[in-house]
């Protein structure tokens, strides 16, 4: 086991690498750029202005002299600095991280909580109305556009009813609240990016434990369980379910992405002061340092769920064995 996490761990170097050289490609090879971006903001900017702009940031080297000298930085974990406001990239995503992580987190539990429980119950009600009924409204939640379905409810439980906030972390008046009125406020804000968040995963998730515990279920350990007389509750939530996991903790691992990356869809339409909204802003304006810094943190987070989802198999089940 140790010999196997070392190796992957030395492999995700060369596939961050590539990883780093083709977005740094990518985004420095988009029409516009960042002091095209300048020049329509004013219109009287001038060549020279412009050239001296380059020159600045180090636009008007090789593209591959740009890469290196950014790689030189993000080995001593050093993103450089926005060309926004001039703020260290690390600093600025230090600042977005804890309001992606609350959402993310949140979207995740309540996500896998429930689709755990709908493919238990499917699996052990196959064919029921029940089952059926599971079916088609998961399903209904992972055809619908999840956009669409955000400014649906926001119209609905926002606007029309009033009950929920649409947009922020925090309401206007946070900092005159209580400590119990400040939970209560930042839950109400939590209420519609989580479930829309969540919605969307269910009916894969789901899936996916139902087929492996139907699968499970058939299995002549299971049968033998039954026939020395162990309870119900037992084989399914003890042996049955356990061995089920797997495909979950899988999905788990390819989630763990989410957790920094954010939603740039879900985080733009609510307003949500996360990671996912500074990248879209990034981009918009062409900010390439912290395009970069979000794009690597997300690509290594991906990277290391991999090897962390791969590593809990042999946990969930002790038949597996790295060597």
């Known amino acids: 086991m140790k010999n196997y996490i070392i190796k992957r761990l030395l492999l995700i170097i060369p596939i961050l690498l590539g990883i780093t050289i083709i977005t740094f490609s990518i985004i420095h090879l988009t029409p516009g750029g960042f002091t095209t971006v300048n020049l329509q903001m004013d219109i009287r900017t001038s060549p020279d202005s412009i050239a001296r702009l380059k020159s600045l940031y180090g636009l008007d080297r090789p593209l591959h002299i740009q890469y290196l000298n950014w790689l030189k930085r993000f080995v001593f974990f050093d993103f450089g600095n926005s060309f926004l406001d001039g703020r260290p990239v690390l600093k ?18 309540l996500e896998f909580f429930i689709a755990i429980i709908i493919g238990v119950t499917s699996a052990l009600k196959r064919n029921s109305f029940y089952d059926k009924s599971m079916t088609v409204i998961t399903f209904i939640g992972y055809s619908i556009p999840s956009f669409w379905l955000a400014l649906i409810l926001m119209l609905i439980f926002g606007v029309k009813l009033d009950l929920l906030p649409i947009s922020g972390l925090k309401s206007v008046n946070f900092d005159f609240l209580s400590s119990g009125e400040k939970i209560i406020d930042i839950l109400k804000h939590l209420v519609l990016p989580v479930f ?128």
């Open 92 to 109: 600025k995503v230090a600042e977005r991280l804890p309001a992606t992580l609350l959402l993310n987190i949140s979207a995740l539990i």
């Open 196 to 323: 829309i968040t969540a919605f969307g995963g269910l009916a894969y998730i789901s899936r996916y434990v139902k087929t492996n515990m139907i699968e499970t279920l058939s299995q002549q350990y299971i049968k033998a369980s039954y026939a020395k007389g162990l309870s119900e509750n037992i084989i399914i939530y003890k042996h049955a379910l356990k061995n089920s996991l797997l495909p979950v903790i899988t999905l788990l691992g390819l989630s763990l992405p989410g957790l920094i990356g954010g939603s740039f869809i879900f985080e733009t339409i609510f307003a949500w002061p996360g990671m996912g909204r500074l990248a879209y802003e990034s981009a918009l304006n062409f900010d390439y340092p912290v395009i970069m810094g979000v794009v690597t943190m997300a690509a290594f987070l991906t990277l290391l769920g991999n090897l962390l989802a791969d590593i809990s198999y042999a946990f969930v089940d002790p038949r597996i064995r790295y060597r």
